[in-house]
């Protein structure tokens, strides 16, 4: 009996002592929080705890930002993991690290913070603004080496996108995945050229050869799934033209984005190949039924899929659910043919895109993209001379749907495209842009994509059906 009092009680002290063992190595290891000045000074931290502990005390913490800080004497030894307020409010004396930093004539104190642009700037211990050196997607010098230079392109400072750093830019608000290697290597669709009469013009324009059919660029958000957003925009065009207009559908990227989750990664990238897999075999809805919400908090989180579709044989797919919303009760399922791949012949391109519409493609996109406002894109060296973390790149996805010519300003013409983005219309040239044609700029002719709608005589008369119904 005593034996066992004795043991029990041992292996008590034991576990005991190794909790505050593995208690202690976790906070001698925890991340100092003053090293590279506080962030938060004047929070009440140990008085809203409620007073200081004695001696050493593991216990003794409170929320400190993503962390925890300490009120106990033992801090005092390492001073980086005291709470702010532990020199004030326990001992009674000033911090020992406080130092004035001078902004526009202002002073202000040790770990007091500014953000410039996307870099956090503190007041360190020393007195000197210690700044973090991240490149930003807006760079003040970036803009003005492209509107002095001759490039044939204006850059253009984006509210949406200041403060922000390439970083983030790159990771929010591109997502495509890099075709495979297999898919890259797709066969490509021969088309035949020449025909009688098929001369390619000096400027084509979708939005003119086919009014109302082509539809206006949407706004990704710091949402990274133009995989979503470039395939449902071609799959609406090609669906309007080959309909001759009975249906004009915004096809719902939100769809893609939450229901084609297999290998996808919604908000995080995703494949366009994964995408028309889905839009031949599942379909979506409109946009109106199925309407795009951008992440809020975090950019990667997806919201769960609303929308479910079953065969009712030929191939053809229903609803099983309602849209999403209360104001629109039209769910028809839209579908496509398997999609095919173009050659990188810029003539090949655009005799696809005058028969049949826009196509969609992926391009690389450089730090400069991202302040494009206006002219014919190419890529620029005005980062050239900067350390290499402002030179990045990342794969995205976007609709071509023309092209034209421009004499430069040497005398000289530069062809180029006319491609739509998803960044809004607030961006480039009312949310299109334009960019060099036939030299393979960014890539942009090395994975071209056409595509047919699955459409049938009986959906043109029952969609055309619904339209006169409703007006
Ligand atoms: C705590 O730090 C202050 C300032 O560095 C020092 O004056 C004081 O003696 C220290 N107190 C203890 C208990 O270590
Ligand atoms: C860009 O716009 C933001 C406000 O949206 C402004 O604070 C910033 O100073 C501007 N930057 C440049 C380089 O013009």
Known sequence: MKSVFIWSCCLFWLLLGKRILSRRTRRELASPLHLEGIRDPYGSYCQRRGGCCPGRDDMCTVPYLDTICYCDLFCNRTVADCCPDFWGHCLGVQPPFIGTCERNGNKFLTGQTYKENCNLCTCGSTGRWECEQNACMIEADMIQGVNRGRYGWRAANYSQFYGMTL?????????????????LNMNEMQIIMLQPGGIIPLYFNSVEKWPGKIHEPLDQGNCAASWAFSTAAVASDRISIQSMGH?????????????????????????????????????????????????????????RCMMQSRSVGRGKRQATQRCPNTYNYHNDIYQSTPPYRLSSNEKEIMKEIMDNGPVQAIMEVHEDFFIYKSGIYKHTDVSFTKPPHYRKHGTHSVRIIGWGEERKVDGTIQKYWIAANSWGKNWGENGYFRIARGENECEIETFVIGVWGRITMEDMHNHHHHHRKRK
Do not use: H, K
Not at 169 to 183: A, D, K, M, N, V
């Open 167 to 183: 970083d983030e830019g790159l990771r929010y608000r591109l997502g495509t995945q890099r075709p495979s290697r297999t898919i």
């Open 247 to 303: 249906m004009t559908p915004q096809l719902s990227p939100q769809n893609l984005i939450s229901c084609d989750t297999r290998n996808q990664g919604g908000c995080a990238g995703g494949r366009i190949d994964g995408a028309w897999w889905y839009l031949r075999r599942r379909g979506v809805v409109t946009e109106e039924c199925y309407p795009f919400s951008p992440p809020q908090q975090t950019p990667v989180e997806v919201a």
